[in-house]
T-cell receptor, first 112, second 113 residues
Framework: GEKVEQHESTLSVREGDSAVINCTYT??????FPWYKQEAGKSLHFVID?????DRKQSQRLIVLLDKKAKRFSLHITATQPEDSAIYFCAANDSGYNKLTFGKGTVLLVSP | NAGVIQTPRHKVTGKGQEATLWCEPISGHSAVFWYRQTIVQGLEFLTY????????DSGMPKERFSAQMPNQSHSTLKIQSTQPQDSAVYLC???????????FGPGTRLLVL
């Protein structure tokens, strides 16, 4: 089955800087890559996704890049704000089906 | 739109007791997923229904876990003879089907003593 590795376990940035979280996956059949944010004591909140027919997607301050050859995707948060502090999870759909395989999460701390 | 509803939010059971967790998907969503989150294992897929039919239960522990979706408005996850290692946050998600975004509920925190 699919395996997703999330490379940064923690990431600390200053407010206004950019943050980048990198993930790699193993299954070439994976075609859908969502990102979720989890704040302390709360559930997963969808933030952005990318499908395999594109290599870049932007939503306001969030940019997702997908490199299918390298089986790598990344989340870029520009102009970070303290409220961006949370755990971010990357995921990939398993073998092109609907169930998601998640990375272990990255704790992002944005200091004022 | 109330989002995905999960009840109860917290449940404490004694070892060997049964636990039933409930999920109400977003109205109109055809797919329901169950995941489990623990510190050690992270987020793990358990099972998935589409149009109430079970599609994939490859993540379900075979012996004590079962899931049903008797109608389009709710799904249940039942754990028989709960064990301490079943302690986790159980998350339900729903989507419109296909590779649509999965929206997660608040989760049920299960503690087995």
């Amino acid at each position: 089955g699919e395996k997703v590795e999330q490379h940064e376990s923690t990431l600390s940035v200053r407010e206004g800087d950019s943050a980048v979280i990198n993930c790699t996956y193993t299954d070439t059949a994976s075609s859908y890559f969502p990102w979720y944010k989890q704040e302390a004591g709360k559930s997963l909140h969808f933030v952005i996704d990318i499908r395999s027919n594109v290599d870049r997607k932007q939503s306001q301050r969030l940019i997702v890049l997908l490199d299918k050859k390298a089986k790598r995707f990344s989340l870029h948060i520009t102009a970070t704000q303290p409220e961006d502090s949370a755990i971010y999870f990357c995921a990939a759909n398993d073998s092109g089906y609907n169930k998601l395989t998640f990375g272990k999460g990255t704790v992002l701390l944005v200091s004022p | 739109n109330a989002g995905v509803i999960q009840t109860p939010r917290h449940k404490v059971t004694g070892k060997g007791q049964e636990a039933t967790l409930w999920c109400e998907p977003i109205s109109g969503h055809s797919a329901v997923f169950w995941y489990r989150q623990t510190i050690v294992q992270g987020l793990e897929f358990l099972t998935y229904f589409r149009n109430q039919a079970p599609i994939d239960d490859s993540g379900m522990p075979k012996e004590r876990f079962s899931a049903q979706m008797p109608n389009q408005s709710h799904s249940t996850l039942k754990i028989q003879s709960t064990q301490p290692q079943d302690s986790a946050v159980y998350l339900c998600a729903s989507s419109g089907g296909g590779q649509d975004t999965q929206y997660f509920g608040p989760g049920t925190r299960l503690l087995v003593l």
